[in-house]
């Protein structure tokens, strides 16, 4: 029947949950969107004030649940249960309960720019893969000890949201894309000529992620290789010129690399690499350095990169 728009579940069932978009757009009028959201785990998302003063959100929890960290405390709410979004100054960061399905809706759209980002994220994701399978697995270790320190550092921690980073720790090498495929998998010393493109790879990544994430998640992605004293690349920037976001990623980048065999190095045991980036304060923030060494001391590192609860 004319007028009448029906969206159905994936014929393979349930299971397929996993493989679909995070959002899925179920009607759109003018500028008014339907979505439902499906996000899974505890992730942590975060609503943003919008840049049009008149947008409303409105939120229904279909499964699942939410932890919204207000000013004044934590409101939680359930299956059943929603909230609705306007005028909002500050970032606010939201914790689900588990898988968590919610119905979004709202007279700002916002979906078309959702679908570019997450096509990005996965063209990225696509090139890292095909170029070395060390940047792949070395990327994803990243991401998980930046967040590990965010999350340990609480009130301590940079000022930027939790995604950003986790959006700039996977893809901070890669740049390594531009890298000739003989030349990141060579076992042996490298020479100047070859060097010179492992010396550009951080400019290459925040040159890459610029255009579609913007200059903050850029930023760290560019200066992962530089150090307080001055002695990094490419830039040779000094502490106040990098992020506290930057040097999270920095220290979890030469965490991964000091643990993990490359070819051509001594691995070290996940104690004995933190307790060496803890004896160079001058080029690694002793406030992280310290985070790290009793993450690991107390075992919320594991030796092979497994976490603890």
Avoid at 85 to 108: A, E, F, W
Wanted: aromatic fraction near 8%; proline fraction near 5%; charged fraction near 25%.
């Amino acid at each position: 029947m004319d007028g009448i728009l029906f969206n159905r579940k994936s014929t393979a069932g349930e299971s397929t949950a996993e493989n679909e978009p995070s959002a899925q757009l179920l009607a759109k009028q003018g500028d008014l969107e339907v979505m439902l959201y499906r996000i899974h785990g505890e992730s942590v998302v975060w609503l943003y004030p919008p840049t049009d003063p008149n947008a409303i959100e409105y939120f229904f929890i279909h499964e699942g649940g939410v932890d919204l960290a207000m000013e004044d405390g934590l409101e939680s709410l359930g299956a059943g249960e929603s909230f609705a979004v306007s005028g909002l100054k500050q970032d606010v960061p939201v914790r689900m309960h588990g898988d968590t399905q919610i119905l979004y809706v709202t007279n700002c759209p916002a979906y078309e720019s959702m679908a570019h980002f997450d096509e990005s994220l996965q063209e990225l994701v696509t090139r890292i893969n095909e170029k070395d399978h060390y940047t792949s697995r070395h990327s994803k270790a990243v991401l998980q000890y930046s967040l590990a320190l965010y999350d340990a550092m609480q009130d301590r921690g940079p000022d930027i949201p939790r995604d950003d980073l986790a959006i700039a720790a996977l893809f901070h090498d890669v740049g390594k894309c531009f890298v000739p495929v003989e030349i990141l998998q060579k076992p042996d010393k490298l020479e100047p000529a070859e060097l010179r493109y492992i010396l550009r790879h951080p400019i290459d990544s925040g040159r890459m992620l610029l255009q579609n994430f913007g200059e903050q998640i850029s930023e760290i992605a560019r200066n992962h290789h530089e150090r307080l004293d001055g002695s990094g690349y490419p830039r040779g920037l000094c502490a106040e010129d990098i992020s506290l976001s930057s040097q999270i990623v920095a220290v979890a980048d030469a965490f991964d690399a000091m643990t993990t065999n490359r070819g051509y190095n001594v691995v070290k045991s996940f104690l004995e690499a933190a307790e060496e980036l803890v004896s160079l304060p001058n080029q690694f923030d002793s406030r992280i350095t310290s985070v790290l060494i009793h993450l690991v001391s107390n075992g919320a590192l594991e030796e092979g990169g497994a976490f603890n609860a």
